[in-house]
């Protein structure tokens, strides 16, 4: 097997800068750069990262873990990280938590064990990692949530901008003349702190219309949960005259309940909807949607980490929030009444 001082030979360069070329190429000039990445290539040159990692105490490899890997919306996600994360050199390692903060930190031990360099983490709901998350900092890994992050947390995050895309979202179903707006969810500090519903009855304040009781349920945002959450509101005697659906998922719960009671959409009932699932847009009618920056949101959560990692400014914390856009298909009218 070729070593890297075969590659420096083949190269004409010092060892020292043949590993340069592996581990921290944006400091190559790219004339040598290329000289060596072609020795590498010619040799057949494979470094072997787990001795490296520990000889520099991390390796060239990104951790990323989300929530459910199922999700389309984490899908895209890890989809937009990895070739990001390739294009830089760094290797991925994808785990999801299942939104549950025990599950999570079984999966940080394993991370911590492969010497991540970086960590972008969907933190899940329950009692929070932040000492663990605190543990893997100090030991050398760069710490970024996105999509959701831990209350009080220290570290950085990227981020929709979820409060005001709920607040365009009411104001939007208002003005199409809706006062009884029911969301698949209501806010739990402890079981279910996010921010979509958590925002919602101030959305709602600020359009001036209350937030009925009947309509409020603590649920996981899940297509089952929310499916059956559907159901029980229809059948209310004074239901939703409009649905906000908190994620993609939930929608499909939405609509496969509103079908099979006989409902239309958007005559007896407006379906609106955070994500823009590739299957929102083939139903009929096809849904109105928030739809999130899911690229834009991956490629700078790998620039943020690796900018920190690769300039070891491992306490820089970057808060960044990106705006949402309202798709409007035809899934919300005026209602009967008006």
């Not at 379906?271 to 949101?297: C, G």
């Not at 920190?308 to 298909?329: M, Q, Y």
Request: overall charge neutral.
């Amino acid at each position: 097997m070729p070593s890297i001082l075969d590659v420096a030979k083949r190269a004409g360069v010092a060892p020292t800068t043949a590993k340069r070329a592996i581990h921290e190429p944006h400091l190559l000039a790219q004339e040598t750069l290329a000289r060596v990445r072609k020795a590498i290539e010619e040799l057949g040159y494979e470094p072997d990262q787990v001795a490296g990692g520990l000889r520099r105490g991390r390796t060239q490899t990104l951790g990323l873990m989300v929530g459910n890997i199922m999700e389309p919306f984490f899908a895209s996600l890890v989809r937009t990280i990895a070739h990001a994360a390739q294009s830089r050199g760094y290797a991925l390692i994808v785990t999801d938590s299942e939104y549950d903060t025990k599950v999570e930190r079984a999966n940080l031990r394993v991370l911590y064990g492969h010497r991540v360099s970086g960590l972008i983490i969907r933190s899940g709901y329950g009692q929070p990692n932040l000492d663990y998350l605190k543990r893997m900092r100090e030991r050398g890994t760069y710490i970024l949530e996105i999509d959701y992050f831990y209350p009080d947390s220290p570290f950085g995050h990227v981020m929709l901008d979820n409060e005001g895309c709920v607040f365009e979202g009411v104001r939007y179903l208002h003005s199409l003349g809706h006062r009884r707006i029911a969301t698949l969810g209501s806010y739990d500090p402890l079981y279910h702190p996010e921010e979509r519903s958590r925002s919602f009855p101030k959305a709602l304040e600020a359009v001036g219309l209350p937030l009925i009781e009947a309509y409020q349920r603590v649920i996981l945002l899940t297509e089952p949960e929310a499916y059956k959450l559907t159901l029980e509101l229809m059948r209310l005697p004074e239901p939703p005259t409009a649905i906000f659906s908190l994620n993609g998922t939930e929608a499909a719960g939405a609509f496969r309940a509103i079908k099979e009671l006989g409902l239309r959409i958007p005559e007896d009932v407006s379906l609106l909807t955070f994500d823009n699932y590739s299957w929102t847009a083939l139903v009929t009618p096809p849904l109105d949607v928030i739809e999130q920056p899911v690229e834009e949101m991956g490629l700078a959560a790998v620039e943020i980490v690796l900018d920190a990692v690769e300039n070891r400014t491992l306490d820089k914390v970057v808060r960044k929030r990106f705006p949402g856009r309202l798709i409007k298909r035809g899934s919300c009218a005026p209602p009967k009444h008006a």
